[in-house]
């Protein structure tokens, strides 16, 4: 099993520039999270999505956007990269009813410039 | 809504010294309470949980937690540590989960261990 992947590792985006993170599981998770990653910061949650179709918004969504079509995949786009969306990005991935320990995946690091 | 502290933000230890990382939340409801571990250039890995029962839960590599309900903490230990223990540690709370609304995390800032030889 592969788990939970994320492509691509390291981007660097010119401001004003867009772009997608691509996060897939291969677990048939039906919940899906992403989040940023900045020092001293912790994670925070972007958006999450509980099943195909489903997503809302997490505690700092702003300038992202998300779609989840399928199980499976769960990609975040960025549409006009500022500097301040310069983080490392975590999507995870877990099952319900039960099971809540969350799966991340190795992260993206992006730098906005 | 809750929130997570992690009191030491960066510790620095000898090796065979014991580690305890403190964590308190805020929230009054029942909670779920994870400490996550990320070693250097890696991903989060999940060291420990608690949902329920016994409030000392024992992880992987040694570690083991204490949830003390009356403190809102869930600090983690480790009788001795290791260089390899090296990495940074994030506490997490989750609300218990409802139907359907999936199970949203929340981190602390994380604390940075550093076991030196």
């Known amino acids: 099993n592969a788990g939970v992947t994320q492509t691509p590792k390291f981007r660097i985006l010119k401001i004003g520039q867009s772009m997608t993170l691509q996060c897939a599981q291969d677990?048939?998770?039906?919940?899906m999270y992403w989040y940023r990653q900045d020092p001293g910061m912790g994670l925070k949650l972007i958006y999450y999505?509980?099943?195909?179709?489903?997503?809302d918004k997490g505690e700092v969504p702003n300038g992202y956007n998300v779609s989840r079509s399928t199980t499976e995949d769960f990609p975040l786009r960025l549409e006009l990269a500022a500097p301040s969306q310069t983080s490392v990005y975590f999507c995870?991935?877990?099952?319900?009813?039960?099971?809540?320990?969350?799966?991340f995946g190795p992260g993206t690091r992006l730098t906005v410039t | 809504a809750q929130s997570v502290s992690q009191h030491n933000h960066h510790v620095i230890l000898s090796e065979a010294a014991s580690l305890e990382l403190g964590c308190n939340y805020s929230?009054?409801?029942?909670?779920?309470l994870f400490w996550y571990v990320q070693y250097p250039g890696q991903h989060l890995q999940l060291l420990l949980k608690?949902?329920?029962?016994?409030?000392l839960v024992k992880g992987i590599k040694g570690f083991e937690a204490e949830f003390i309900k009356s403190k809102f903490s869930f600090n983690l230990r480790k009788p001795s540590v290791q260089w390899s223990d090296t990495a940074e540690y994030f506490c997490?709370?989750?609300?218990?989960?409802?139907?359907?609304?999936?199970?949203?995390?929340?981190f602390g800032t994380g604390t940075q261990l550093k076991v030196e030889l």
């Open positions: 995870a991935s877990s099952s319900p009813p039960e099971v809540r320990e969350q799966y």
């Open positions: 608690y949902f329920s029962g016994d409030p």
């Open positions: 999505s509980v099943g195909a179709g489903i997503t």
């Open positions: 677990m048939n998770h039906n919940y």
């Open positions: 997490a709370v989750s609300l218990i989960p409802r139907a359907g609304g999936g199970n949203k995390l929340t």
């Open positions: 929230y009054g409801g029942t909670v779920n």
